[in-house]
Nanobody
Framework: QVQLVESGGGLVQPGGSLRLSCAAS????????MSWYRQAPGKERELLAR????????YYTDSVKGRFTISRDNAKNTVYLQMNSLKPEDTAVYYC?????????WGQGTQVTVSS
């Protein structure tokens, strides 16, 4: 079955960096675009970035442009989100996502807290 497992979250000071990873299994990873979302308390889940099947990015939401970078390693079935210049408003649970045959799959999420 499809599984997505995020890791790499944690507590970081403003201006710091984190790299999130999402390990995928149960499907042919290289055939599907992958995305990162986040959900802050009391807010809707928002799309942050989307990667093409070959690793190019074709979407970033405005709030993370120039600070976050999505990438993937198809040999490792893993998608990454490099997050730099983190701000307190980046605090949220971060999720990876893929859509296969019209069905959405989500990981369990990883908490990112940006605070001094």
């Amino acid at each position: 079955q499809v599984q997505l497992v995020e890791s790499g979250g944690g507590l970081v000071q403003p201006g710091g960096s984190l790299r999130l990873s999402c390990a995928a299994s149960g499907f042919t990873f290289s055939n599907y675009a992958m995305s990162w979302y986040r959900q802050a308390p009391g807010k809707e889940r928002e799309l942050l970035a989307r990667s093409t099947t070959t690793g190019g990015s074709y979407y970033y939401t405005d709030s993370v442009k120039g600070r976050f970078t999505i990438s993937r390693d198809n040999a490792k079935n893993t998608v990454y989100l490099q997050m730099n210049s983190l701000k307190p408003e980046d605090t949220a649970v971060y999720y990876c996502h893929c859509a296969i045959s019209g069905r959405s799959y989500w990981g369990q999420g990883t908490q990112v807290t940006v605070s001094s």
